[in-house]
Nanobody
Framework: QLRLVESGGGLVQPGGSLRLSCEASGFRLDMWSVAWFRQAPGKEREAVSCISNTDDSTAYAASVKGRFTISRDNAKNTVFLQMNSLKAEDTAVYYC??????????????????WGQGTVVTVSS
């Protein structure tokens, strides 16, 4: 069974940090492009970041660039999203995915579509 499981969400104050993890089981995550998405209440889902499976090139949404960092740990079969300087508007359910669709126009295109169940991030004082 091919699964992605997110963890690391929680409640944090504005200006704080969280690190989200996306662990794969049943397949090697380093062979897939992986993206993080988020969906805030009442809003559409948006792509946050992506890391390619070819050369680990990365991309970020303008709203998070300079604050968020996506990375891999192949030994742990995990992709991380380090989130710093968090703002109230970062509050959302965060999903990791190995998408078939292209994210940011170039990242993705996997043969199969896999999504995690989501982890909740709340930024509030």
């Amino acid at each position: 069974q091919l699964r992605l499981v997110e963890s690391g969400g929680g409640l944090v104050q504005p200006g704080g940090s969280l690190r989200l993890s996306c662990e794969a089981s049943g397949f090697r995550l380093d062979m897939w492009s992986v993206a993080w998405f988020r969906q805030a209440p009442g809003k559409e889902r948006e792509a946050v970041s992506c890391i390619s499976n070819t050369d680990d090139s990365t991309a970020y949404a303008a709203s998070v660039k300079g604050r968020f960092t996506i990375s891999r740990d192949n030994a742990k079969n995990t992709v991380f999203l380090q989130m710093n300087s968090l703002k109230a508007e970062d509050t959302a359910v965060y999903y990791c995915a190995a998408p078939t669709a292209l994210v940011f126009g170039w990242c993705g295109g996997n043969a199969l579509d896999r999504w995690g169940q989501g982890t909740v991030v709340t930024v509030s004082s």
